[in-house]
C-alpha cells in the first residue's frame, strides 16, 4: 500500500491550495480515506475525511473553508483548502483505513492510533 502526498507550498494567509494523494495497493471503495495534520510540537489531529458513498467529516477548525473529495478512476483523494490560516501551518499527511468511517477517522478518541496506512506528508506553510 502506497499514499503519495503532493501539492503543499507555501502560500499567504487568505490563499488557497489543492493536496492530492495518490493511493496504491488499494480500492478506494473499500476504505475510509482522510487528511490529517500536524504543527511542530503537536499532535496529529483529524482533518477531513471521505467514504466511498459521499459521506464526509471535517474538524470543526476547517468547516466552509476545505473540502475532501475522491476520484475513482484516478484512485487519488483530494483536499481543496481555501481561505488559509496561518494556523493551518503544518505537515498534511493522507490516511487509509478500512474499518473507521469518516466521523471516526476524523473525530474519534483514537485518533492517529488507529489509522492502518499513512502517507509520507506534504508540508504546508502559510504566512501573514
Known amino acids: 500500500v502506497r499514499l503519495v502526498e503532493s501539492g503543499g507550498d507555501s502560500v499567504q494567509s487568505g490563499g488557497s491550495l489543492r493536496l492530492s494523494c495518490a493511493v496504491s495497493?488499494?480500492?478506494?471503495?473499500?476504505?475510509?480515506m482522510g487528511w490529517f495534520r500536524q504543527a511542530p510540537g503537536k499532535e496529529r489531529e483529524g482533518v477531513a475525511a471521505?467514504?466511498?458513498?459521499?459521506?464526509?467529516s471535517y474538524a470543526d477548525f476547517v468547516k466552509g473553508r476545505f473540502t475532501i473529495s475522491l476520484d475513482f478512476a484516478e484512485n487519488m483523494v483530494y483536499l481543496e483548502m481555501n481561505s488559509l490560516k496561518l494556523e493551518d501551518t503544518a505537515m498534511y499527511y493522507c490516511?487509509?483505513?478500512?474499518?473507521?468511517?469518516?466521523?471516526?477517522?476524523?473525530?474519534?478518541?483514537?485518533?492517529?492510533?488507529?489509522?492502518?496506512?499513512w502517507g509520507q506528508g506534504t508540508q504546508v506553510t502559510v504566512s501573514s
Open positions: 490516511a487509509a483505513d478500512v474499518i473507521l468511517t469518516a466521523n471516526q477517522m476524523v473525530h474519534g478518541s483514537g485518533g492517529a492510533a488507529e489509522i492502518g496506512y
Open positions: 471521505i467514504t466511498s458513498n459521499g459521506a464526509t
Open positions: 495497493g488499494i480500492t478506494l471503495s473499500s476504505y475510509c
